[in-house]
């Protein structure tokens, strides 16, 4: 056995897991950001995958070299051939421009299917063209394994690095504090809500009766203009008051952005947010959602706190942090082989068990009258899709839509647990989104239906949602001129100092703010 094939082997291996190692090394640190760590064992089943994979594909190159020369050489085509689409779908997957990782990702199949025949017809017909090619792509196999000098070392040092464990929930009784006022705010924040898919144009069988209802009591705002793309980037931008476009993360989770003027990376501060603010100002504060670790970035402001952690594509299949290396290494070929209607269907599971794990929370977080500022993120109508609004039942699969009913019903729901609260005649109801329905990220995935078609016709409204219902409201007023959506940090961080308590305090601050 030569080194040149051990090299080969282990290049072959990393290249196919590259999409499971990758998040786990990546100089930005985003997995383990949204992560809940540590992540030893899902760290072991991937080494262990790793060490497997090298061995076989080892084993296949030097078992090649017995065979005839013909079939050595057609072997050999598919071989690079398939090495090349790996790379090719890994370097999509890296693509920051998302239609081209939507478009990808609904011709992946068609575009394997026919460069692996290609490769094929050349193998056979053209041996002067394709076995140079060959010797090239298995050069490149061979060198890539020398990243595993880094590779493996990081991922050894994050498997074994004694990170603490971080709960699901977070609760400081000696936080609670009190403002000397029976004020409360509750603020929901539901993830992708369109303005225009629930208030403008929904869809003819959609009815939203809960936002058109609280719409007709709220102050609203028609025309804001969003403060980013992406949950992670705009949430943060909202507590803090200042635009963030990118983001980064520590080995143990800590978020620093990038400050523009000037440019530097700085540490995201849990006392310059909203939650801040609302310590300092006597206010006691909680916090239940999904995606962002709120328990990790706020936990020194929160006086209670629960998040739905991101997962790694292992753990959509069933791997767990509570599992063994060994058991965990069984996952990663179960999902690398995964078909898409398994792997739409997993991600499906997921969502909805998020969904019901924060709204097993919420209940008891809005009836505890101690927590006076309320923060509550939910992942609807956020796709996939987890309910079918035509037999009004939870499920994966659906539409958009579905799950724009969804959330009208889970805001129903809420609205009746504020109401129901001692302190509901003075509970000011924030409802916002931190984006809209994204149609360029969603409209070329597999998952995209007819009826996401015809009720988009393909076109993006980037309006997010903000209604604000003061104490004791009946009538509605609409704001339909062009506004920032990060004023919805100024609006809030004047309600925390008590200069916004009412509609009447609002018209004077919209005025000074020359609206």
């Given amino acids: 056995m030569k080194m040149r094939n051990v090299l080969e082997g282990l290049g072959a291996a990393l290249l196919l897991l590259l999409p499971f190692i990758w998040p786990l090394v990546s100089p930005l640190n985003l997995t383990l950001y949204f992560h809940r760590l540590p992540v030893t064992n899902l760290v072991g089943g991937i080494l262990v995958d790793l060490l497997g994979v090298a061995i076989l594909a080892t084993g296949f190159l030097v078992g090649l070299q017995y065979l005839p020369a013909t079939i050595q050489r057609i072997i050999n085509a598919l071989f690079a051939c398939f090495m090349l689409c790996c790379i090719v779908d890994f370097a999509i997957r890296m693509q ?197 670790p709120y328990c990790r970035i706020l936990a020194p402001v929160l006086s209670v706190c629960s998040w739905e952690s991101g997962t790694l594509l292992t753990e959509t299949y069933g791997a767990s942090e509570e599992k063994s290396a060994l058991t965990n290494a069984v996952v990663v070929p179960i999902t690398f082989f995964a078909i898409r209607a398994l792997h739409r269907q997993a991600l499906g599971d997921v969502h909805l068990q998020n969904f019901r794990n924060v709204m097993a929370r919420t209940q008891a977080l809005i009836e505890n009258d101690q927590v006076r500022f309320v923060f509550l993120h939910l992942n609807v109508p956020h796709p996939p899709g987890i309910y079918n609004r035509r037999r009004q039942m939870l499920r994966p699969g659906g539409t958009y839509l579905d799950n724009l009913v969804l959330a009208d019903d889970t805001l129903g729901a809420l609205l009746q647990e504020v109401y129901a609260t001692p302190s509901a005649s003075q509970t000011t109801v924030i409802v916002s989104s931190d984006h809209s329905w994204r149609i360029p990220m969603y409209r070329h995935a597999e998952f995209w239906s007819d009826e996401e078609e015809h009720a988009s016709g393909g076109r993006f409204d980037d309006r997010p949602v903000l209604l604000i219902h003061f104490p004791g409201q009946m009538s509605g007023n609409d704001i339909n001129a062009a506004l920032p959506e990060l004023l919805e940090h100024d609006i809030i961080a004047d309600m925390l100092r008590g200069q916004i308590s009412n509609s009447e305090n609002f018209a004077a601050f919209l005025s000074q703010h020359n609206h």
């Fill in 96 to 292: 920051s421009n998302l239609l081209i990782r939507a478009y990808w990702s609904g011709v992946r199949r068609q575009s394997w299917i026919a460069i692996i025949l290609l490769s094929f017809l050349l193998a056979c017909f053209l041996p002067r063209i394709t076995q140079p090619a060959v010797r090239a792509v298995r050069l490149v196999i061979a060198a890539f394994a020398f990243s595993a000098l880094w590779i493996i070392p990081q991922l050894l040092h994050l498997a074994l690095f004694r990170q603490s464990v971080q709960s699901a929930a977070s609760n400081h009784p000696s936080a609670f504090t009190s403002s000397g006022s029976d004020r409360r705010i509750v603020w929901i924040l539901f993830d992708e809500l369109s303005y225009d898919q629930t208030f403008d144009h929904p869809a003819s069988d959609v009815k939203l009766p809960n936002f058109d209802r609280l719409r007709s009591e709220s102050v609203s705002f028609s025309n804001l203009k969003p403060a980013g793309f992406y949950t992670d980037r705009i949430i943060p931008s909202l507590f803090l008051g200042r635009r963030i476009d990118q983001i980064r993360s520590t080995v143990d989770g800590d978020l620093w952005y990038n400050n523009e003027h000037p440019p530097r990376w700085l540490a995201f501060d849990p006392n310059s947010t909203l939650f801040g603010l609302a310590q300092q100002n006597g206010w006691s504060t909680g916090v239940d959602g999904w995606f962002n």
